[in-house]
Structures are given as structure tokens and as C-alpha cells.
């Protein structure tokens, strides 16, 4: 009966994550998702005494690593890309969403607030700003894509900086001068609110663009159990709610 109950016990362990042994689990993930992701991973990390780190990279930059031979215990990243590693046999069934991220337009303190009110007003917000500001990432593919649908390319791509996340994209608005504009997801610009960057407002609601993700287990990790147990709780109710705290929507 007592080796029963100490079976038992160590199994009802394992589904909740919390092995009879401390474990690091490693992340890579999408930067856009930050805002949300840390305070879930410390509520993880409290609850189970595992440890959480995490990478955070533009979503062309973890298809090309993880492509490439990198092996991380957990991947976040948009579901396209995830599709991408499941045929490659990366990474098993088990999915759960974290939510999408919309996009926004930020400036540093002190500098004119663009008016964004609608596309009209985007429009010419766009040609007179001095500088315009966005990554190579996902929400930079497609701002690019809609400068070029409202035949605006052409006239301000000698005015364009781009970067590869949107980390760089911020410090570099910080640092500048002059009518420079970013653009970026709008999780990203509030982590840098406090530093001296200004949230002029969301893209108007006609050109507003979505990037959702995804978080799954890589396969045949020495610690495949608990980075299970990491994706159930970023899909639990506590999980869920740290991600919509931070601006990340279901």
C-alpha cells in the first residue's frame, strides 16, 4: 500500500510539473510576447521551483536557428513557423496559444505627435516624418507591404531605417532627434514607456495588422516533461491572464 501511495503521488508530481528535482527549461521565443511571458514564467517558476530562461528573437531569426540545429525545451513563435517545425518533426502535437499582438506607432518624448487617427491622417503623418522607423521582423514585413498598398514606398524608402527586433527599433527612437516615427507591435513600444518613449497610438483599425503566437515543446529534450508542464500553464487561467495583462489578446 505505501510503495502504492508513493507511486502515485510521484505521477500526480510529474503531470504538475513539479519533478521530485529542480530543472532549467530553455525558451526561445518571440520578442513581441515579452511583456506577458516573464511574469507567467516567474508564477511557473514559483509554483513548480523549476527554472524558466528565455531568449527572445524576431520570428524570421527562430526559424532560421531552430531550422539550422538549435534545440531550445520550449518554442514561441507564430503558428506559420511552428506548422514549419511540426513537419520537420521539431516539435510534437502538443500546442497552446498565447494570444496576438496588434501594432502601433511610437515616438521619444518630446517629439511631434503624429496624427494617426485614421488612414488619411497615417498617410500624411508617413510623408512628413523625417525618419521612419521598423524591423525586419513579422510586424516590419508587413508595415513595408502596406506602404507599398498605399503607394507611399517609393517616396519614403530613402527615409526607412530597419532592425532586426524591435528592441533596437525602440533605442534607436530614443536616441534620435527630428520628426522620427516607429512602428512597431504594441507590446514592444510599452516596454520602453518608461524610458522615454511615447505611445502615439494603434495603426487605425482599416490597416491594423495581427500577429498571433504560439507556444510548443521541442522534441526529445531531457527535460521534455516540464517543458510540457511550462505550456500547459501558458495556457492555464493564471498563464492566460498574465498574458492579457500585458496587452496580449485572445
Known amino acids: 500500500m505505501m510503495k502504492s501511495l508513493a507511486v502515485l503521488g510521484l505521477g500526480a508530481g510529474v503531470l504538475l510539473g513539479q519533478a521530485t528535482t529542480a530543472a532549467d527549461i530553455t525558451v526561445l521565443s518571440a520578442g513581441a510576447v515579452e511583456p506577458g511571458l516573464r511574469p507567467a514564467s516567474v508564477a511557473f517558476e ?59 506607432v511610437a515616438v521619444r518624448a518630446g517629439a511631434p505627435m503624429p496624427d494617426i487617427s485614421n488612414v488619411e491622417a497615417l498617410k500624411r503623418s508617413v510623408l512628413a516624418a523625417e525618419s521612419l522607423v521598423f524591423t525586419r521582423g513579422s510586424s516590419g514585413v508587413y508595415f513595408e507591404e502596406l506602404l507599398k498598398k498605399m503607394g507611399l514606398y517609393e517616396q519614403v524608402e530613402g527615409k526607412i531605417t530597419r532592425y532586426e527586433d524591435g528592441a533596437s527599433v525602440m533605442g534607436h527612437v530614443l536616441k534620435g532627434k527630428g520628426k522620427e516615427v516607429s512602428f512597431g507591435q504594441l507590446t514592444e513600444i510599452r ?26 515543446p521541442m522534441m526529445a529534450r531531457a527535460n521534455a516533461e516540464v517543458a510540457r508542464a511550462f505550456v500547459r500553464h501558458l495556457g492555464s487561467p493564471d498563464g492566460q491572464a498574465a498574458l492579457a495583462a500585458a496587452g496580449i489578446e485572445r
Do not use: C
Not at 68 to 76: K, L
Open 191 to 216: 516596454l520602453y514607456r518608461d524610458k522615454g518613449l511615447r505611445l502615439v497610438g494603434p495603426l487605425p483599425a482599416e490597416v491594423q495588422n495581427y500577429t498571433s503566437y504560439a507556444g510548443a
Open 46 to 104: 514559483k509554483r513548480t521551483g523549476h527554472a524558466v530562461k528565455i531568449a527572445f528573437a524576431p520570428a524570421p531569426q527562430i526559424r532560421t536557428r531552430v531550422a539550422g540545429g538549435e534545440t531550445w525545451d520550449v518554442v514561441i513563435a507564430p503558428p506559420a513557423v511552428l506548422d514549419e517545425f511540426a513537419k520537420a518533426g521539431k516539435i510534437g502535437n502538443q500546442r497552446v496559444t498565447l494570444g496576438r499582438v496588434g501594432m502601433g
